[in-house]
């Protein structure tokens, strides 16, 4: 199947830091990527909708300016969450997708910690 | 808006017990509906799919049907081992846009005691 790496997988850091995650499709080329917020015990929220070459599209109450995404490639993306605080902890991961009956493929997920 | 719902969790079961978990959907048009599960400490993996009325998705022992008529997409498999505790989701697609943006249900956890 087709595989995605994102990383770091996990990451500890004072508040204030800016934190870079990156998300590489190793095998195939999507136009579309996803990011997805997860709290614990819960569902995946989208975060925005980057396609290659353009802006992200953000979803309601998603802050663009703290979280930045970069679609470089159709093979890698990537979401810097900018002056991270406390409440910016969760987990964080990312999906390349296309059609709307093609599955997306998801990373492994990186677990963000501010201090 | 398009939603999905799906039973509460845990849900806890011996070891070759029979499983089922409901979900059920809201959606305008013709949504492409998913089973993706996840591993503690991972990422999802996508275990089945169904993309029209009355498709079955199966894979791994897992079998879910789409169900227009009840709105429903409920994930069942006969026989559960230890290995398949996890978190389930159940997911639809949207076909606005064409991007395949998908609307996650809450998840349902799955503890399988031997």
């Known amino acids: 199947g087709a595989v995605v790496s994102q990383h770091p997988s996990r990451v500890i850091c004072k508040s204030g830091t800016s934190v870079k995650i990156e998300c590489r499709s190793l095998?195939?080329?999507?136009?579309?990527m996803f990011w997805y917020r997860q709290f614990p015990k819960q569902s995946l929220m989208l975060m925005a909708t980057s396609n290659e070459g353009s802006k992200a599209t953000y979803e309601q109450g998603v802050e663009k300016d703290k979280f930045l995404i970069n679609h470089a490639s159709l093979t890698l993306s990537t979401l810097t969450v900018t002056s991270a605080h406390p409440e910016d902890s969760s987990f964080y991961i990312c999906?390349?997708?296309?059609?709307?009956?093609?599955?997306?493929?998801f990373g492994d997920g990186t677990r963000l910690s501010i201090l | 808006g398009d939603s999905v719902t799906q039973m509460e969790g845990p849900v806890t079961l011996s070891e070759e017990a029979f499983l089922t978990i409901n979900c059920t959907y809201t959606a305008t048009g013709y949504p492409s509906l998913f089973w993706y599960v996840q591993y503690p400490g991972e990422g999802l993996q996508l275990l089945l799919k169904a993309t029209k009325a009355d498709d079955k998705g199966s894979n791994k022992g897992f079998e879910a049907t789409y169900r227009k008529e009840t709105t429903s997409f409920h994930l069942e498999k006969g026989s559960v081992q230890v290995s398949d505790s996890a978190v389930y989701f159940c997911?639809?697609?949207?076909?606005?846009?064409?991007?395949?943006?998908?609307?996650f249900g809450q998840g349902t956890t799955l503890q399988v005691k031997p």
């Open positions: 999906s390349f997708g296309g059609h709307s009956n093609q599955p997306q493929h």
């Open positions: 997911a639809l697609s949207t076909r606005s846009g064409n991007t395949g943006k998908l609307i």
């Open positions: 095998d195939f080329q999507a136009t579309t």
